[in-house]
């Protein structure tokens, strides 16, 4: 394992070394110390799959269904997990980069030290989704998504495009959104509650309690 440093959150994520891991595409009862390139796993249905210590790349699970079951200690980079369905499932320990979740649905999913880096989350829906402990996304793309009744307390947003993001009935207090794109993002003031932002991040906050306060701003 390896700690990594986010701001002021620190995560721990696997070290895995290639050549520890025993090369496989067979995804049907889960993966174990598993070295995955390419797989074609499109719409492929899990249940209760435990996916462990395993380093996958370049997979195509858009469009896939995943209820329960976790996936622990892994490194996942430049996998398509576009339009896929998250349900039920743990993931902890884990860093996925490179990665898409463009219109993707994750519900009830609880998340534990993960970094997701350079991944795309546009159009995906976000609902009741946790953080057991640290969690960061960076350099992300999180525009028009939706996020409701999401408890991600300390998490850290850091330069994340947030345009268009819904949010609602959101608890993020403690979370650091310096550097992360805010104009366009959709939420109540409530949603907001303790968060951390930068000084340039001011005028965007501006905009949006104008917005929320519904107030008429006149030059006159």
């Known amino acids: ?50 996916i ?21 200690g892994c490194e996942i980079t430049r996998t398509d ?11 902890e320990r884990c860093a996925i980069t490179g990665s898409r979740f463009t219109g993707a649905r994750l519900t009830d999913v609880r998340l534990k030290d993960v970094l997701f880096d350079g991944c795309r989350f546009d159009y995906a829906t976000l609902q009741r989704v946790a953080a057991a402990g640290s969690v960061a996304f960076t350099d992300c793309t999180l525009t ?19 345009a268009g993001l819904e949010l609602d009935s959101c608890h993020l207090d403690g979370t650091d959104l310096r ?26 906050l501006t905009q949006l309690t104008v917005a929320a306060l519904n107030l008429a701003v006149r030059k006159d």
Request: net charge negative.
């Open 179 to 204: 550097g992360s794109r805010l104009h366009g993002l959709k939420t109540s003031l409530d949603n907001l509650r303790g968060v951390t932002l930068g000084e340039d991040q001011l005028p965007d």
């Open 81 to 91: 997990f576009s339009g896929a369905t998250l349900t039920g499932i743990t993931v």
């Open 144 to 162: 028009n998504g939706a996020w409701s009744s999401c408890r991600l307390p300390r998490l850290v947003l850091r330069s994340c495009d947030l």
């Open 52 to 72: 462990r210590s395993s380093l996958i790349a370049g997979a195509d699970l858009s469009e896939s269904t995943w209820e329960a079951g976790s996936l622990y």
């Open 1 to 50: 394992m390896r700690t990594t440093t986010i701001g002021d959150l620190k995560i721990l994520l696997p070290d895995l070394d290639p050549d520890d891991l025993d090369t496989t595409t067979d995804l049907a009862d889960g993966l174990t110390e598993a070295l995955v390139n390419g797989a074609a796993w499109r719409g492929s249905h899990l249940e209760d799959a435990s």
